[in-house]
């Protein structure tokens, strides 16, 4: 399998939301794997 990784100023980004326990996004992610899945809202 091919690794997936971000890129690291991806991973700086600042974030915000409810029930979050970090700044940025690398930091929510931690350093284990993850399936990330982006939901946008076009209303």
Known sequence: MDD???PQ????APISGLNLR???LGEQL???IQLLVFLRHLG
């Open 4 to 6: 997936k990784s971000l």
């Open 9 to 12: 100023e991806i991973l700086k």
């Open 22 to 24: 970090a700044d940025t």
């Open 30 to 32: 931690g350093s284990e």
